[in-house]
DNA sequence: TATGAATGAGTTTTCATTCAT
DNA sequence: GATGAATGAAAACTCATTCAT
């Protein structure tokens, strides 16, 4: 059912995207309303709907499209290195740079976990992020770099470092990536080390 | 202007508050309506509002009675202990095991973040948690046994490796509180380390 | 229906009908509720319907009882004074110290006239308090003291300028009720003059 | 932020305040619920809230366009008419047609003079009509051809005496226009008269 | 494609009244 | 007589979605 659109059509598409995802992360999804999107970008409800068949869809076109967009970006940093704990650390770095540039995106995964209908769509992105680090971790536990456990446990710990630091330091505060990266990539090494 | 209860009242009080925490945390703040938690008790609806003002005033109140228990339950577990590292080391066991028996806690916050009118109450109880955590971080780094780096920046990242550990395994999969309390225990205190 | 009252209960009885009529007099019947009138006097709801059947059987009873208190104050003002003209300026003056001793009262009938269930009550009372007015105006054309007009509307002239005045200089700007009283008394002689 | 609205919808707008006013004016404002308003035109209870913001803002908008309107009726009436009296007696002659055909609005202004929150709009209005009024007193007290008195007690005397025959004659008995007019002229002129 | 208009189910909230103690 | 608790119908209002033009 994906409409064919001509080049104006796949730039109101994108415009309408952008704008719910900032009001979104702004004020919360439910608050925001779809007239308030589109009054917003000063056009009519019609609009919306050309584009997209619902609210909701258009959420988790948002959900799936951030987390791609994350691990494009963690896995073009990444490239070939093949030192498992250096990629550990460029999948930090890239993931602050990332979240740096898409401030609103961060909200939005926040929000679609506590809500029953879009908790898969998070638990399975999460699960994906994991399993990327997972490989990483158990490369760096083969070569005796980092300590020997539960690899899981340690990629969920490396992600909420770094989320967290993301969180209050880039968007809170509004720091220097660089630093804050600098940041978490120095506790997690330490914490992953053996 | 708080009413006056007496103890049958007290108690209806708290078992709305009790369901309407596991229903918003079941299914999410916005789809769980009053009329719901008022079903899900089989009383009136006029019952919700003698004893809360509104859906938001309760879900506030949630969210500092969350806030405030879990700080009383850490202070608790730390008592006086002298040694900062083995303070960090009790607080965080005692957030696992909080969270492990509050569950339902855990989704408000995070929901709680996203939502304009909520945020506010979020950051200042994340505030305090920091603050808390400061303080035995400093001593730990003038007794020499902590990294001398930022402290509020250490403090996230511990509270960040918990919170993420606890919904991940406790959560989610439902792993014993201990386990999963020695494996954020473990990383912590090694990316706290000098 | 009318229940046996101790002298205690005639008195609790009469402090809930002030309380309500000073409540609704002040914001409107509607924005006045039974909560707001028995937490007003710091007792519990049942008191309200101990002593009467509904808000809206209390409201009647304070809108028959006005006009009669009103009609006794006129009655017993005139007296068995001869003068036809006389009697109406007696009339008025003590129509004006009533209003000005029972400012409450006042907007209740005008709430009263606009609301489907109460109109007829309100009606009734204009008529009887016409009646009076007219009886006397009759009186004074028939002495020739008094336009040979159609006394009904001579009467409601009367009528709304006393109410008007009353209104404006008594309720709303708090002067003194003599000279509002001579005010009304001046316009209206002049008016009902042949 | 007033809406851009086609003919239609200014149609449908002008189409709901009719309405209202006639309900409200029928029943009472309370006893009439948007729901009835909506279901009387047969139209959904969202095209309310497309026009209006809330029903107290209808009423409002209500309340000074009826005063607005009733105000350009009688300054057409009056033009440039020199002698002051006959200004007088055209206003009053101007508002009683008014009043004959728009018979709703006279309760809806009776009822917002009792309630906390539309009072202070009442008020207003009441004193444009009353330095209306007064600007003529005057003139014609320096005539010499008006008692000099508070030209604002008289004002208001007349305003009394219009406003009640045209309640008791027009809208309760559906007297001819003319005639309840001569007679309130009759009653104000003798009523001012030095 | 786009707009303003319309729908109506669903939400929060109020409140007169009744009940149990 | 009196209280706090409970009821539930009804109110105002919202908003995702659809429609007519």
Redo the contacts with the bound molecule.
């Keep these: 059912m994906t409409r064919k659109?001509?080049q104006?059509?796949r730039d109101?598409r994108l415009q309408i995207l952008r704008e719910a995802a900032r009001l979104f992360s702004e004020r919360g999804y439910?608050?925001?309303?779809?007239?308030d999107i589109?009054a917003s970008l000063?056009?009519?409800?019609?609009?919306?709907?050309?584009y997209f068949p619902?609210?909701?869809e258009l959420f988790v076109e948002l959900l799936r499209g951030a987390h791609q967009d994350l691990r494009r970006r963690q896995q073009a940093a990444i490239g070939d290195e093949p030192d498992p704990v250096r990629r550990i650390e460029l999948g930090i770095r890239a993931s602050m740079a990332w979240f740096h540039e898409h401030r609103s995106s961060f909200n939005l995964v926040q929000f679609a976990a506590t809500e029953e209908r879009f908790a898969p769509v998070v638990r399975h992105n999460r699960e994906v992020a994991i399993a990327d680090a997972v490989r990483h971790i158990k490369d760096g536990i083969v070569e005796g770099r980092i300590a020997d456990q539960d690899p899981g446990v340690l990629a969920e710990a490396v992600v909420g470092v770094t989320e967290r630091l993301a969180q209050a330091y880039l968007l809170e505060r509004d720091e220097p990536v660089d630093q804050v990266a600098d940041a978490a990539v120095a506790f997690c090494l330490r914490g992953l080390m053996g």
């Design positions: 659109l001509t104006r059509g109101r439910h608050p925001t309303s779809v007239a589109v000063k056009v009519g409800k019609g609009v919306f709907y050309w619902s609210k909701e």
